[in-house]
């Protein structure tokens, strides 16, 4: 792309380049330390931690790690909500040197098997409640520790007691287990002394799963730097500085929840609420009351909250930065959001962006002082963006459509353990610079501004969570009265997209109610359940192309043809 670049005219007082210190994750937030010391770092359900208080307990957990034998390029498994034991673990184990591994706390045994091998993490973070879920696995790289945190690890006396007679009480008691550690065991021992930080930059600070752009569950490789990079980038977009409030409401397994709600802003100096489970009526709640400047979310969440009777009477004048991604959104909920926003003292605007987590999280947003309808808007600063025909590096002129491709300091190291994978996604151009191909279709207009088409893979997002139907159809495969099947997206009202399986039983005659139900309940078992099909449809064939795989994007058709007022606009 010839220079300037097109968009750099509507950065405003975003600067067009950032310097990027060559640091760890740790280095960084320890200098946020001596900089705002008595500053608050978290609240975590009206608990909060200074970042003196949290620069602490991170060195007593790196201590502690150490002497569990963690160390440079070791892997640590974090399943965890967002919560304390999740962020300072994470950021302890990077002033090792070690390299932490994060997926969501549902994932079922298998799916937390498959993680464990493919990261050969031999010491996994979890909370007491998911403890059966590590007893089922057996790794190929036996388990050495699994420490077990508590949800009322860090609450008051108040609040310890109402999460016992709520939920806690419903715990299954954990049996006695030599790898078992808990929390509190952990973080009370004496430091052994680790010295200093371990790592530069360019060193490997975390692996996400991801479908990546091959459509397969993938370990994606993220640096100090791209980290680093991505929470710089996001603090100048949205304007997050010292003393500002993030709502932490993506969880810390997805690149944006680690990357921009909790990291950005410890990098800033800014107060990151942590919220562990998603709840609109929650997220209500902490708007009326912790009064965030930013928050980021899905398209489900501003539509809950944008019919939220409770914030009618709250003042939402402390927002000042309003992002929405992981799913297209749709106009009607954008406009009932910047309405109530307006109606209640506020002028935010909803702004979309674009990203994925090969590149950490979101690489373009739409700029605070600039708005083109149906845009995923421009690249950050330091980030190039172009189009290029679908399979080659030959960059297309405005307006017209194909892959998305992406390049800058946010970009991946690349895949685990798959080589050939790095080689397919990312390409060196003729420019000498590497670019991120997306597997996403889209265009550029004249101005510089993006726009999102379709996805290249057939990737699904329910509530902004990746979906891979091919993992859910080697699940359906595995009960025995499955002859076919095939997994597809549809949209929904609520989700925006649902999962929606089409299945060839080997008796048709077996069809029904009953078959659907125990279809359903046997994903549940297997698969986290967002990747569970919300409803299945009995086929006698499925429909295959002239190369005889079966049609999805025809069954996509076919559903859309009967239900036209499930379409989403």
């Known amino acids: 792309m010839s220079e300037p670049l097109p968009w750099l005219r509507y950065y405003g007082a975003v600067p067009a380049s950032l310097d990027y210190p060559d640091a760890t994750l740790y280095q960084t937030l320890a200098a946020t330390a001596a900089r705002v010391p008595e500053s608050i ?8 931690q200074t970042y003196r208080a949290l620069l602490a307990a991170i060195d007593r957990c790196a201590g502690a ?24 673990a994470f950021y302890a184990a990077n002033r090792l040197g070690a390299v932490p591994a994060l997926i969501h706390p549902l994932s079922t045994p298998p799916e937390i098997e498959h993680y464990l ?49 709520t939920k806690g009480r419903k715990i299954a008691p954990v049996p006695r287990d030599p790898r078992v550690l808990w929390w509190p065991t952990l973080m009370s021992r004496s430091d052994p002394g680790t010295g200093a930080a371990r790592g530069a930059g360019d060193d490997p600070a975390a692996i996400l799963f991801s479908g990546g752009t091959t459509g397969t569950p993938k370990g994606i490789v993220l640096s100090n730097r791209n980290f680093i990079a991505e929470g710089m980038q996001a603090a100048a977009w949205g304007q997050l500085h010292e003393g500002d409030a993030i709502l932490a409401i993506l969880p810390i397994f997805h690149g944006f929840g680690l990357g921009v709600c909790v990291n950005a802003a410890l990098m800033a100096g800014g107060k990151s609420i942590l919220v562990p489970v998603f709840d609109p009526a929650g997220v209500a709640k902490l708007l009326r ?37 992981a799913d297209t959104l749709p106009r009607p909920v954008k406009e009932r959001f910047e309405a ?6 506020g002028k935010v605007r909803l702004l979309e962006g674009y990203g994925l987590t090969e ?23 330091d980030m190039r963006a172009k189009i290029c025909a679908p399979g080659t590096c030959d960059e297309l002129a405005p307006g017209e459509e194909g892959e998305i491709c992406v390049s800058g300091p946010a970009v991946m190291l690349g895949y685990l353990d798959d080589p050939q994978a790095d080689s397919e996604t990312l390409r060196v151009h003729a420019d000498g610079r590497t670019w991120l191909h997306t ?52 949209p929904d009202a609520s989700q925006v997209e649902r999962v929606k399986a089409y299945v060839v039983l080997n008796d048709p005659a077996a069809r029904g109610e009953g078959s659907e139900s125990e279809l359903i309940e046997h994903c549940r078992e297997r698969l986290i359940k967002w990747s569970c099909p919300r409803e299945i449809e009995f086929r006698d064939e499925l429909p295959k192309t002239r190369v005889g795989k079966v049609d999805y994007k025809l069954l996509i058709a076919d559903h859309l043809g009967k239900h036209r007022d499930d379409r989403t606009s």
């Open 65 to 88: 790690l150490a002497a569990l034998g963690l160390g440079p390029g070791d892997r640590i498994l974090i399943s965890m909500p967002t919560s304390p034991q999740g962020v300072i």
């Open 340 to 345: 109530l926003v307006a109606r209640r003292g």
């Open 439 to 490: 597997g996403d279709l889209g265009k550029m207009d004249g101005d510089g501004f993006f726009y999102f088409t379709l996805r290249l893979k057939r990737m699904i997002k329910s509530s902004g969570f990746n979906v891979y139907p091919s993992q859910v159809e080697t699940v359906l495969y595995q009960h025995p009265a499955v002859a076919e099947a095939c997994v597809v997206g549809v």
């Open 117 to 165: 091998d493919a990261s050969g993490a031999r010491v996994a973070l979890t909370l007491d409640a998911f403890y059966g879920q590590f007893a089922a696995t057996n790794p190929r790289t036996p388990l050495d520790t699994l420490i077990l945190a508590r949800i009322p690890d860090y609450l008051g006396p108040i609040k310890r007691l109402g999460f016992w007679a």
């Open 289 to 325: 009351t912790k009064r965030p400047n930013i928050m980021v979310g899905v398209p489900t969440l501003y539509d809950a909250l944008s019919r939220d009777p409770s914030l009618e009477s709250a003042d939402l004048s402390c927002l000042r930065a309003c992002f929405c991604g």
């Open 41 to 48: 770092a978290w609240d975590f359900l009206d608990t909060t």
């Open 359 to 381: 590149a950490v999280t979101a690489i373009m947003a739409t700029p605070l002082t600039e708005y083109r309808e149906a845009s995923i808007g421009i690249p950050f600063p």
